[in-house]
């Protein structure tokens, strides 16, 4: 069982900055896969980033490339997510999820609760 609290949304102005964190609890953290998903009211969730359990490979959505950066600390259980750039479109609950093995496959089996970020113009 993996259990997975996000932290680190908020309100931010278009073109500011946050970091998200997803702390995980469990002895598997540093074996699995961490990605991170969003969902904007209205829509269905989408993925945004996702990365091996070493942290070697990432894997980004083509609206996260270039302004988006996936990263973990296996030392302390926790995966971030550094946004830049943000635009109002990236309004939305962020989800943090836990893979089944090591490199991203796409399938995952632990979720977190969310966290709400909202871009202002």
């Known amino acids: 069982q993996v259990q997975l609290v996000e932290s680190g949304g908020g309100l931010v102005q278009a073109g500011g900055s946050l970091r998200l964190s997803c702390a995980a609890s469990g002895r598997t953290f540093s074996s699995v896969a961490m990605g991170w998903f969003r969902q904007a009211p209205g829509k269905e969730r989408e993925f945004v980033a996702a990365?091996?359990?070493?942290?070697?490979?990432?894997y980004y959505a083509d609206s996260a490339k270039g302004r988006f950066t996936i990263s973990r600390d296996n030392a302390k259980n926790t995966v971030y997510l550094q946004k830049n750039s943000l635009k109002s479109e990236d309004t939305a609950v962020y989800y943090c999820?836990?893979?089944?093995?090591?490199?991203?496959?796409?399938?995952?089996?632990?979720w977190g609760q969310g966290t709400q970020v909202t871009v202002s113009s």
């Open positions: 990365i091996s359990c070493g942290g070697a490979i990432t």
């Open positions: 999820a836990a893979g089944r093995d090591c490199y991203p496959s796409g399938e995952y089996d632990y």
